[in-house]
């Protein structure tokens, strides 16, 4: 059993503290995957976009894929569907790499998994995956927040070695609710105020309400280092620390947005009992049994 460094949702008051794990755990920038001012950036900033990693063509196979899953009753009746709070349409469907055969080699593609386990330090397991869905004119926003706070108090991740993946299927541009992010912003963990409910995964997938940061502390970051959008063409990735503060804006354009989503985390920083004291969340949501590193090769898709 860890010792909880990260204490959050335990006293009245927000505060913070200053990060005591890394963000790149490699140092050989000459041996990463990609360019090394990319890695300083990613750890600088706490995220990184790579335009055009998967072709048009690529994108075409998992958007057909995609829309195939959002149209089955079985996908649907699953328990791993998440739906909009108001409309009730299909917000993520989790659990991707363990249900789709297609989905489970795109998480092993080097060109996404090389990076994070250059970043992480070797081999690593899926903390989680899902596939999301901002429609047109009804995508709601998602607040700002940490997932490491999440991961850590309801999951029970020790440390900061994880990040998350997600391969744009559509155009993400400044007007469609893109994903937003407070540069910087990775270097403090902002612990949270309100003792966690029960079960609150079932209703903080659709709305997060424990787990949120204060106004003051998102204010105190934005005003330090702004705020980042992360725009680029389908077929682009996005990369981001798991402590980066994030949100997204309401999609009111007729232009939706989907992703694939994919956690990174560590086989060294697998899964313990949530910090909270609570049940941990459901597996479809927060791996907790299986820990072996992924097979990292080259996919094809056509």
Known sequence: MHADLYPSRQHDEPSWQERLDPVVYRSDL??????????????RDGYLVIPNLFSADEVAVFRDELERMRQDPAVAGSGKTIK????GAIRSVFDIHSDNALFARVACDERIASIASFILGGDLYLHQ???NFKPGFTGKEFYWHSDFETWHVEDGLPRMRTLSCSILLTDNEPHNGPLMLIPGSHKHFVRCVGATPENHYEKSLRKQEFGVPDHGSLAELADRYGIDTATGPAGSVVFFDCNTMHGSNSNITPSARSNLFYVYNHVDNAAQAPFCG???RPAFVAERETF???QIQPQTYL
């Open 84 to 87: 909009e709070p108001d409309s």
């Open 292 to 294: 072996e590193p992924l």
């Open 30 to 43: 000459a041996n990463a995957p990609i360019a090394a001012d990319l890695i300083e950036r990613f750890e």
């Open 278 to 280: 609570r049940s941990p």
């Open 129 to 131: 995956s899902r596939m």
